[in-house]
């Protein structure tokens, strides 16, 4: 048992450092403490889906209804969580010209 928790660990780390370039490209995948309330459940339900992590949302989303309390809470959460908004672009105001002034 103890030894399946170090490889969870150690697949999680490994997870996680291949998911991070790609998270900031993608979606939000969740704080740490949300995705380890999720590690038994992708282990159980999606673990052929690892390390595709939007395959493994896509199979947790789909098991939601059998997923431990934690793990659905998360998910029950982020579904009632509005929709980030689009940080608005700062605007560059054109140089005056010399003849303006």
Same mark, same amino acid.
């Given at each position: 048992?103890?030894?399946?928790?170090?490889?969870?660990? &150690?697949?999680?780390? #490994?997870? %996680?450092?291949?998911?991070?370039?790609?998270?900031?490209?993608?979606?939000? !995948?969740?704080?740490? $403490?949300?995705?380890?309330?999720?590690?038994?459940?992708?282990?159980?339900?999606?673990?052929?889906?690892?390390?595709? &992590?939007?395959?493994? #949302?896509? %199979?947790?989303?789909?098991?939601?209804?059998?997923?431990?309390?934690?793990? !659905?809470?998360?998910? $029950?959460?982020?579904?009632?969580?509005?929709?980030?908004?689009?940080?608005?672009?700062?605007?560059?105001?054109?140089?005056?010209?010399?003849?303006?002034?």
């Amino acid at each position: 048992m103890r030894t399946k928790r170090i490889a969870l660990g &150690v697949a999680l780390m #490994v997870g %996680c450092g291949i998911a991070i370039p790609a998270a900031f490209a993608q979606e939000y !995948r969740g704080t740490l $403490e949300q995705q380890m309330a999720c590690t038994p459940d992708v282990w159980r339900f999606c673990g052929d889906q690892i390390p595709d &992590v939007n395959r493994i #949302v896509a %199979c947790l989303r789909q098991n939601t209804p059998q997923l431990s309390g934690g793990c !659905r809470a998360v998910f $029950e959460s982020n579904a009632n969580a509005p929709e980030p908004q689009a940080v608005p672009r700062r605007r560059i105001d054109q140089p005056r010209s010399y003849s303006d002034q």
